[in-house]
């Protein structure tokens, strides 16, 4: 198609477009996220997928005494007894099978190499399965572990500092940081700039993220909401604090990242190159005291957004 500019007839746009090279993109995948928590979390290898949580049974039955300097014959006798059977914690795996048709894989390549691409956007979907799994698994998902004693209520419905402070006497053995939704993140800045204490922000892996008391504010879209309700959950992290830690198989067959693996698993005779993509992990609480909820937060937004300021 010609163009007429200024009575002059010439070249048009779509027609020339057909000589030009297309500057093209990979696929881009709109639910990845940061996954924070894969990246705070220390990851833990596992010998034969079992991992075994041994644990003082009746610890306040261990005896110690201060002596008199001069008296050293009544010392008590003790012994610390563990736990007959301790908890076990086997990996679970999150896996699929990528089918590619090699005239794809062929033809269709280049800028952009099909196959590399197909196991790239799985295996990202994939580790956002595993941070799901991570805080909501009913066996070993954060939230599946956190014991009565542990469990926050909140004063007045939306997350506030009185609220964060709460759950900072149940984590107060040097706790790591918060994790829950970003709208719950939201409401607790509301709440705190109403109260006339703004929240600070502090700069990790390049971002900024708010802080309550110098600890951070770990946003995940994993942690769930319902009716405008969500968890705000802190975390105590490693395994020589007494912690929360990650699970995960080292040494697979195939193995491109820890706990991950990618198997080639034939063509079969329509032509289809198949892929086994696994990865196995769990997650580990230490000591119950390395974890803690705030229960049920309201994180609806203000119908009267006058009321932050008054």
């Not at 010392?75 to 914690?89: A, D, G, H, K, S």
């Not at 770990?218 to 105590?236: E, F, H």
Request: net charge negative; glycine share 6%.
């Amino acid at each position: 198609m010609t163009a007429n500019v200024g009575g002059t007839v010439a070249l048009g746009d779509n027609a020339a477009r057909q000589l030009a090279n297309a500057t093209k993109t990979v696929p881009q995948l709109s639910t990845i996220s940061p996954r924070w928590l894969t990246h705070l979390l220390q990851w833990v290898p596992v010998e034969a997928g079992i991992y075994r949580l041994n644990k003082v049974k009746n610890p306040e039955a261990i005896k110690v005494a201060c002596t008199q300097r001069e008296d050293e014959s009544q010392l008590p006798r003790t012994y610390v007894e563990y736990e007959e059977r301790p908890r076990e914690y086997f990996l679970n795996a999150v896996s699929t099978v990528l089918d590619v048709h090699t005239r794809i894989s062929d033809l269709y390549s280049s800028p952009h190499d099909q196959i590399k691409e197909q196991l790239r956007l799985t295996i990202e979907t994939i580790k956002e399965n595993q941070e799901s799994q991570l805080i909501n698994n009913a066996d070993y998902g954060l939230l599946s572990q956190v014991v009565d004693e542990q469990r926050v209520f909140p004063l007045t419905g939306a997350p506030t500092p009185d609220d964060l402070d709460e759950l900072l006497t149940k984590v107060w053995k040097e706790p790591a940081f918060f994790l829950t939704h970003p709208l719950a993140i939201a409401a607790f800045g509301r709440e705190a700039t109403r109260r006339g204490t703004p929240p600070p922000t502090v700069s990790l892996f390049g971002s900024q993220f708010v802080t309550w008391r110098g600890i951070p504010l770990i946003p995940s879209d994993k942690v769930p909401v319902a009716d405008g309700k969500t968890k705000v959950l802190l975390l105590r992290i490693g395994d020589k604090r007494q912690g929360v830690v990650g699970l995960y198989q080292p040494g697979l067959a195939g193995e491109q990242s820890p706990g991950l693996s990618v198997r080639f698993m034939g063509i079969n005779n329509h032509a289809i190159a198949s892929y086994l993509i696994s990865l196995y992990c769990s997650l580990a609480v230490l000591a119950d005291d390395g974890l803690a909820v705030l229960e049920d937060v309201e994180v609806g937004k203000y119908h009267d957004y006058a009321d932050i300021y008054k």
